[in-house]
């Protein structure tokens, strides 16, 4: 019975540890937009944007994000604002004109979970750099429902696309 009671103690640690070593990392595009100016280069959420930046704070809201990367627009900030307002996270803010060091967000991102929003073009690119493969291309201009996931536990990474409408 005692040597029951040990494996099943070293089991626990050992799946404990293993969970340490994983990081999931959320990444979507920006919420509807407004298209009324098209000359504007800013352009604020759209009524149906405001509703999908809902949906997304309801959806993280159990997913334990530790940090939310954002590029400085409104409709990307606008998207995940609702979701760090709650959680009291602040927004970190990035930048798409920068070469990417994507072995550093990983290793600043081990062992968290971490939601970044981006655009139909920085998005996929953002995953290819995190996989390491140029699999995933631009989303289409009126695509406002991927959600891509990158799985990194003890150097096996894992992703996949997912369509939310």
Known sequence: MKFIKIILFL???FSKSQDLNCSKIYLIR???KLRTNISEKNPDLNDKGIIRAEYWK???SDKNISNIYSTNFKRTIKTVEPLALINEIEI???STDEKMDYQK???FNSGKNSLVVGHSNTIPKFVNGLINKELYQD??????SNLYI???CDSII???LIKVN
């Open 139 to 144: 989303i289409d201009d009126l695509n406002n």
């Open 158 to 160: 894992t992703h996949k």
């Open 150 to 152: 990158v799985s990194i």
């Open 30 to 32: 920006h919420a509807e």
């Open 58 to 60: 309801n959806y993280f």
């Open 11 to 13: 089991f626990a640690v």
């Open 92 to 94: 970190i803010l990035y």
């Open 105 to 107: 967000f990983l290793k």
